[in-house]
């Protein structure tokens, strides 16, 4: 149109292809993406990366009406609003909330023309995956891709030199570039054989110590999710329940990305392990959903998109994580939107806090300064902090300290998040800063969880541990109610901050998490970055929650 109005009015030649160039460049400009610099791009710059090599990323798309959305995540857990527990399904959030199929179909596009394959769009149209190459990557986004090493560990990754740049009318629906840096592997808490357990913890032990044998559910019809960059061997959940005398629900692997480790499970399978078999422990029946997926920021965000769009499960553990200035904050920002659209949905999140104390970054980045684990510290997850558990001669609650093995051991993880602002309901503890743990449960050598892997009976420990333990509490809270309960935290510290505290929770009040050299936070009464309200007293908090 612009090029026929130019001919028209008889313009010189060279004036034409000034103006229509300029036309173009001015409709559509390049726009730097705020927020999307790699994290730890400081470190040593070795060279580029050879422009032939396949790198998988992704594309977070932007949600609408996030004032609104904001609004209904709080309503929704407010027992005087008329949204309370009105949960969304997920046609129901993407109409309201989500990208358009237009918007999607806009990104996709631009991924196809920039040479991308393997092209995946979410359920939810919230994300797309793709592999390119180094160089058809840097050629969409502007940007250089080097190889690197970490200054201080040594480990070698690649990364984009600068914030990727997008044509305006693409970067108007694109919230993010995800994976053109692949520092943030994900890790789990390694959890190891114990060798001076006190009292290795069973089914019968958790029920009894926490409460929640006496109540009137076991987590029948409910469905449960993991998060999992490692596979399991099935041989080994059956053998734990017939152990301990279990009637298990189903249990099935849900491929992310095509994903599937379970026919060659590796380092990560002790932690697949526990994970299922903790919630087994309490909530044997429920039906559990093992989402696996490439272990990367764009396979991550994957899987969190999948579970939200899939919306099988009510409840979902987590022992996986980064700590924050690895992960980096488009990477954390990006699952967040996917973790907000679970809660809207009504999935309650449990993750682990981590396991080295204040300092969660020591064995990504070698860095002993105070940091904390994502997801753990999504305002949209509960996370988990470790206790050391003691019970009387016949399994019932004695008492707990927050655990710190030491250097031998780990500590539980806990802090202040640099990413996210503290939420509403966090408002007496902090109005700044998100502060985890929320809760916490048994973490200890000294109490380590008994479970079976690799065919061998094994006591283990961490905070990878105490996740699934809530996550198990929380399907039966599923059960007694009815349906699923979204972010519990809202409840949580209402409890905590009211006159019924002590009959819902344990209050942890002695131990800390100093570990690596680096001060940490010390237990005490109420709300404290250790253990956070404590761990649950089954019953009680059941009650509650209600």
Known sequence: MRLRKLV??????????????AGVANADPLVA???????????????????????????????????????????????????YHRFLSPEQFTAAFGPTQAEADQAVNFLKRSGAQGIEVSGNRQAITFSAT?????????????????????????????????????????????????????????????????????????????????LSAT?????????????????DITAYD????????????????????????????????????????LAAPANDYVYEAPNSNAGELAMYQKIASDKKVSVVSISWGSCEAAEGSAAANSVDKALATGTAEGISYFAAAGDDGTTDCARQTGSKSQAVDFPASSPNVSGVGGTQLTVNSSNGYSSETTWNDGASGGAGGGGISTIFAAPSWQSKQSTTKRKVPDVAGDAAKGSAYTIISGGQTGNVWGTSGAAPLWAGFAALQNEVHKGGLGNLNAKFYSIGNGSSYGSGFH????????FNGTTGFSAGKGYDQTTGWGSFNGSGLSTLIG
């Open 8 to 21: 028209a009015a008889a313009v010189p030649l060279p004036a034409l292809l000034c103006l229509s160039v």
């Open 33 to 83: 993406l705020s927020g999307n610099a790699a994290p730890l791009a400081a470190s040593a710059r070795s060279g580029d990366v050879a422009a032939e090599q396949q790198i998988p990323a992704a594309l977070s798309l932007k949600l609408h009406n996030q004032q609104a959305l904001a609004r209904f995540l709080t309503d929704v857990q407010d027992p005087a609003s008329p949204q």
């Open 134 to 214: 180094a160089g058809q990557l840097e050629s969409a986004f502007h940007t250089r891709i080097g190889n690197y090493t970490d200054t201080v560990t040594g480990r070698k990754f690649y990364a984009n030199d600068s914030a990727p740049e997008l044509p305006a009318s693409v970067s108007a629906v694109v919230d993010s570039v995800v994976g053109l840096d692949n520092h943030a592997v994900k890790h789990h808490a390694k959890p190891a054989q114990a060798p001076r357990a006190v009292k290795p913890v069973t089914p019968a032990i958790l029920k009894t110590a926490y409460g929640t044998s006496g």
């Open 219 to 235: 987590g029948a019809g409910v469905n449960v999710g993991f998060v999992e960059f490692d596979g399991y061997q099935k041989s």
């Open 242 to 281: 017939k152990k301990y005398s279990l009637k298990a629900g189903s249990v099935s692997t849900v491929s992310v990305n095509g994903a599937n480790y379970d026919s060659s499970p590796g380092d990560g399978e002790t932690e697949v392990d526990l994970d299922i078999e903790v919630v087994h422990a």
């Open 507 to 514: 209050d942890v009040t002695t131990g800390n998490n100093t």
